[in-house]
């Protein structure tokens, strides 16, 4: 039972994230009608069009004028995720999580990080790579990171059954593995910059209660984006930067009940 | 000159240097994205499901989501993986594999959410005015015959592509001649009509040589280009450029440019 409640989010996400591969397959390979098309664009249940914003972003940068349905979509993703899920699409649906959580793991396990030379990139080159990806959608007149995304490759690999972009998984596992800890979604991944953007005044944020933290620092060495989390054993507030991804490791690992998920709104905020 | 430790850099001087790698590294990003980028556009060699737009348009619009794959029964579409020369993702098909069947209600069109394929483009307002999605419309590329290693040229019977064609006779012709050389046979030797072919590629997937004679190309490759100098006069529709033609269009500038092209030719000199 223990392991349960130290991994309940964690086998949610995973449950999430996998029940979407195997919902686009069967769409493809049987024509099941929950979840058409794949993460760049779906129909869900036959009727409510999704699309990746940032995708829709790039294309209208490189002059297309986007059918509807392509529209609507983007614009119910960034609702919800603005509104409500933060960047709640790394941890919870995006395939390539599953890939750096491993390298974390193997990290982990082999202790990689005591011994790691520092190869510092900055947290802030994603956006970096968002500006470029826009900027050369524009140049080039297509959607610029379409082109190179592993995202994509790994997506399409597992639902249409071209191959597993096994070449990409790779890289970007040994890249997290003993480059960069986080290097791809910590670093570089500008969808995952997106969604920070996008996602910075959700209402579901995580909560830190100072007065239970003992400072055994747990959530931190967890957290794939350690920045986040300045606040421990310092201040009881919310985690409110959008690089947060809601995965909720924090809450897991933590013996203490000091991090929760809660609601944010920013009425009760101002009071605070 | 006193060789020591150099002074510990100057907060600004600090600064400076990380902003001018950062300018560096995000260069040299760009540069090598830039490039591939320019490559994978530059492939041509592939064809795109029916409706698509044309193809830079096409690229811009798609968001690769595989919806049209997902509903084409046949199996033709695929989405491009690497390696297959084609920009990663987006939707193709080889027509010597899987040629498209030319469907009548054109399943895979009307799921494209992002309008990259449009089912206007395959589409004819009937005399009751109704719009309705017409296969015959679509323009995915363009049969090309090799009259080479095609065997009906040799004078051997086959008729493989003008039967399998879905607009027989229409799309494929079978016109006939001496065959000179035993000068007692005829040669059955089939024509494409490039107004009328879809590209569906029916007709390469059963060539019976080795490697398909005959074979769609798309259109950007298979199609040359008049130029707007030359006018078909027997044509009603094509001569009414005469008429428009002063001012816009040509660039030539001689002593006659200012009168009609129709006055200059009509003129006495001729
Ligand atoms: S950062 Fe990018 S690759 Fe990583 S989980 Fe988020 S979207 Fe996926
Ligand atoms: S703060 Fe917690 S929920 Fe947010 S990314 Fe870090 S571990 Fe995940
Ligand atoms: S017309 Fe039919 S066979 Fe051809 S690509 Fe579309 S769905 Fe497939
Ligand atoms: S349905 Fe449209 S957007 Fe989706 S892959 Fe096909 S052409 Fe591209
Ligand atoms: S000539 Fe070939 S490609 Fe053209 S319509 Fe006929 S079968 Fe299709």
Redesign the pocket.
Known sequence: MGWLKKHRFLILRRLTQISMIVFYFAANAWGWKVLE?NI??SLFLGTIPLADPFAVVQMSAAGALLGLD?LIGAVIITLFYAIIGGRAFCSWVCPINMVSDAANRLRRVLRINEVERRVVISRHLRYWVLALSIALSAIFGVAAFEFISPIGMVSRGLIFGIGFGGAVVAGVFLFDLFGVKNGFCGHLCPLGGFYSLIGRFSVIRVKHNQEKCTLCMKCTTICPEKPVLHMIGKRSEFVAMGECTNCARCIEVCDDDALNFNIRLFKQQDKE | MVKGKPPPLSERRRFLLQALQGIGLATLGAVTWSAYLDEAKGSKLFL??PG?LNESD?LS?????????E?CPYDT?K?SRVGDNVPL???YFTAREIPCHMCDDIP?VP???????DAVLVSKIDKAGTTKLDIGMAKMGIAIVDSDQCIAYWGIQCDACYRACPLINEAIVIDHSRNDRTGKHALLVPRVVPDVCTGCGMCEKVCVTEKASIFVLPLEVAKGKAGSNYIKGWDEKDEKRLETQRGGGETTVTPTSSQKPVDYLNDEEF
Do not use: D, K, N, Q
Request: glycine share 16%.
């Open positions: 098309g760049g664009s392509v | 795109r499901p698509a096409f619009h798609c968001i690769r989501c595989g919806l049209c794959v509903a579409l989405l993702g987006t939707p895979c799921p494209c959410p992002s309008g990259a394929l």
